[in-house]
T-cell receptor, first 114, second 114 residues
Framework: AQTVTQSQPEMSVQEAETVTLSCTYD???????LFWYKQPPSRQMILVIR??????QNATENRFSVNFQKAAKSFSLKISDSQLGDAAMYFC???????????FGTGTSLTVIP | DVKVTQSSRYLVKRTGEKVFLECVQD?????MFWYRQDPGLGLRLIYF???????EKGDIPEGYSVSREKKERFSLILESASTNQTSMYLC?????????????FGPGTRLTVT
């Protein structure tokens, strides 16, 4: 089974600053998808951003962007201009091109300091 | 918008009771998943289903069973609840096949077994 590692259990950032959350994964496949999910306190998990492994260009969604390093099997999430509403647990996830199963990391709890 | 609902947000059961957690989706997705979420362990897959009456074991199926009699409904069953099954349970759905589509999550059920 694929493994997804998030080495930062907790992170904090000042409001309006930039923070980067780390994620590494282990796979022998060449085609796959990577995701970042956000789970606000007591609220539903939602997708933040996704990346197809065959695309060299890093995905961006407004203030959220990724740094996808395929050779290094690294997929970090950068949050720019952090807002109080960004405070949440963030999960990195992997899905193979042909499979149905998602593999999740252990999560990073992000605190935004006013 | 995809809507994934779970039968209860909070549930308290006694050891040895049979527990049913139900998940309903309205988007005609082929795949449905049950995860448990524990601090420091992230999301771990219990079971998933890729079609009606079809199921596959995930990473931690022991002590659980599932049922999918209709495409929109996926039930998780704890035959005899134990205290180590106290956890947050998340249901998710997604399209099958070679698609980069995300998983959509329900609000979760926090189960306490006393």
């Amino acid at each position: 089974a694929q493994t997804v590692t998030q080495s930062q259990p907790e992170m904090s950032v000042q409001e309006a600053e930039t923070v980067t959350l780390s994620c590494t994964y282990d796979t022998s496949e060449s085609d796959y998808y990577l995701f970042w999910y956000k789970q606000p306190p007591s609220r539903q998990m939602i997708l933040v951003i996704r990346q197809e492994a065959y695309k060299q260009q890093n995905a961006t969604e407004n203030r959220f962007s990724v740094n996808f390093q395929k050779a290094a099997k690294s997929f970090s999430l950068k949050i720019s201009d952090s807002q109080l509403g960004d405070a949440a647990m963030y999960f990195c996830a992997y899905r193979s091109y042909t499979g149905n199963q998602f593999y999740f990391g252990t999560g990073t709890s992000l605190t935004v300091i006013p | 918008d995809v809507k994934v609902t779970q039968s209860s947000r909070y549930l308290v059961k006694r050891t040895g009771e049979k527990v049913f957690l139900e998940c309903v989706q309205d988007m005609d997705h082929e795949n449905m998943f049950w995860y448990r979420q524990d601090p420091g362990l992230g999301l771990r897959l219990i079971y998933f289903s890729y079609d009606v009456k079809m199921k596959e074991k995930g990473d931690i199926p022991e002590g659980y069973s599932v049922s999918r009699e209709k495409k929109e409904r996926f039930s998780l069953i704890l035959e005899s609840a134990s205290t180590n099954q106290t956890s947050m349970y998340l249901c998710a759905t997604g399209e099958g096949g070679k698609k980069s589509n995300e998983q959509y999550f329900g609000p979760g059920t926090r189960l306490t077994v006393t």
